[in-house]
């Protein structure tokens, strides 16, 4: 069935480091993948899209990499700021609607 | 603000009562998506409309709720003789075309 997952639920990273966050997923029909932020109280923000026939897409700061061989998705936020703190969701474009990951919260230490 | 728009922010309501929320979607995105999320989790699918027509209900939308697109525009999601289980965040979500969704802010529902 359709699922997707995130490795670590919890993420602290330093202001001005590089930000990892992984992403699995397990329908390999999937053909479209999305990274969204969810800061408290409001609604996910959308960060960047890839397709399936991407392996790599670059946006402002932000890098998403797309491994379809092991199902796995990345965000890479360069030069990581306390604006960034917030929870990262990853998405899978599943049968006409999108399958989101538990989250990883991210915190930005000043 | 062009965005999509939620309404109300806020619903506090005891158990047993019903209760009704509105989503006005970007004016030009004819797919329109009711997602819910609890705390710690993603947003589950709940269900969506294309234009007036309602496409696709996920099994996590009991008999006691339901939703409207009567014009193809604005939508509404009812929930019927609420529970407690019911207390999450309602996001509403549209789109042009499959693909991409654009949240609002959601409606936030505590169940007394």
């Known amino acids: 069935g359709e699922s997707v997952g995130l490795h670590l639920p919890t993420l602290s990273v330093q202001e001005g480091d590089n930000s990892i966050i992984n992403c699995a997923y397990s329908n390999s029909a999937s053909d479209y993948f999305i990274w969204y932020k969810q800061e408290s109280g409001k609604g996910p923000q959308f960060i960047i899209d890839?397709?399936?026939?991407?392996d790599k897409r670059q946006g402002q700061r932000v890098t998403v990499l797309l491994n379809k061989t092991v199902k796995h998705l990345s965000l890479q936020i360069a030069a990581t700021q306390p604006g960034d703190s917030a929870v990262y969701f990853c998405?899978?474009?599943?049968?006409?609607?999108?399958?989101f990951g538990k989250g990883t919260k991210l915190t930005v230490n000043p | 603000d062009t965005g999509v728009s939620q309404n109300p922010r806020h619903k506090i309501t005891k158990r047993g009562q019903n209760v009704t929320f509105r989503c006005d979607p970007i004016?030009?995105?004819?797919?329109l998506y009711w997602y819910r999320q609890t705390l710690g989790q993603g947003p589950e699918f709940l269900t969506y409309?294309?234009?007036?027509?309602?496409?696709?209900k996920s099994r996590l939308l009991s008999d006691r709720f339901s939703a409207e697109r009567p014009k193809g525009s604005f939508s509404t999601l009812e929930i019927q003789r609420t529970e407690q289980g019911d207390s999450a965040m309602y996001l509403c979500a549209s789109s042009p075309r499959h693909g991409k969704l654009f949240f609002g802010s959601g409606t936030q529902l505590s169940v007394l």
């Open positions: 409309f294309q234009n007036e027509a309602q496409l696709e």
């Open positions: 998405a899978e474009n599943g049968s006409e609607k999108l399958v």
């Open positions: 004016s030009e995105h004819n797919r």
């Open positions: 890839i397709r399936s026939n991407m």
